[in-house]
């Protein structure tokens, strides 16, 4: 299947700092991408969506960046804190079923460590 | 409201031998999804329905899993049998129909396979 992967597998960053987290993608016809994080022993929590036809998202502290040229997605963080330390998924849509919901391909992930 | 459930949280059984793991979805979700999680990885898809029809399974290894989703509410995932590397973290995941694309997931199970 088409790949949606992580640059980098770890990320280690100090309390207060922007934390920035990428995600590369394959598929060009994937029309819709989430930011996912996992802390241990939990299930996956939606952090924030966008679709192919927007460049930029914001949220609470949270920023995500599309790049469709380059098949590049980003997760901004602003002002990290000890609670962000969790694994990030990036993931995509496999196809479109309107009528069913989405199902997703997710990446490798990306560990986060805030520091204090 | 109440999130998505799974049961049991931890099961551990020797290769060959049957494993049977539930889900409750959040109530009125009519997608529900069972992902498999190898340890380091993100979650892989093994089966997608919609209300308690199949939408895709083609990740599902259907000669050792089976998933069923009778009345459209609860489901159970099987695997018989089971095979070493199968040990893994399977969670499930439900999503409102339309138009919301956010899937809530459970806690997950995680199965280790001796």
């Known amino acids: 299947g088409e790949n949606v992967g992580l640059h980098l597998p770890t990320l280690s960053v100090q309390e207060g700092d922007n934390s920035i987290i990428n995600c590369a993608y394959s598929n060009s016809a994937s029309d819709y991408f989430i930011w996912y994080k996992q802390e241990s022993g939990k299930g996956p929590q939606f952090i924030i969506d966008?679709?192919?036809?927007?460049d930029k998202r914001q949220g609470q502290r949270v920023t995500v960046l599309l790049n469709k040229t380059v098949k590049h997605l980003s997760l901004q963080i602003a002002a990290t804190q000890p609670g962000d330390s969790a694994v990030y998924f990036c993931?995509?849509?496999?196809?479109?079923?309107?009528?069913?919901?989405?199902?997703?391909?997710f990446g490798k992930g990306t560990s986060l460590l805030v520091t204090p | 409201e109440a999130g998505v459930a799974q049961s049991p949280r931890y099961k551990i059984i020797e290769k060959r031998q049957s494993v049977a793991f539930w889900c409750n979805p959040i109530?009125?979700?009519?997608?529900l999804y069972w992902y498999q999680q190898i340890l380091g990885q993100g979650p892989k898809l093994l089966i997608q329905f919609q209300n308690n029809g199949v939408v895709d399974d083609s990740q599902l290894p259907k000669d050792r899993f089976s998933a069923e989703r009778l009345k459209g509410v609860d489901s159970t995932l099987k695997i018989q049998p089971a095979k070493l590397e199968d040990s893994a973290v399977y969670l499930c995941?439900?999503?409102?129909?339309?138009?919301?694309?956010?899937?809530?997931f459970g806690p997950g199970t995680r199965l280790t396979v001796l």
């Open positions: 109530s009125g979700h009519a997608t």
């Open positions: 993931a995509e849509n496999r196809g479109q079923n309107s009528n069913s919901g989405y199902a997703l391909n």
């Open positions: 995941a439900s999503s409102p129909r339309s138009p919301a694309h956010e899937q809530f």
């Open positions: 966008i679709r192919s036809n927007m």
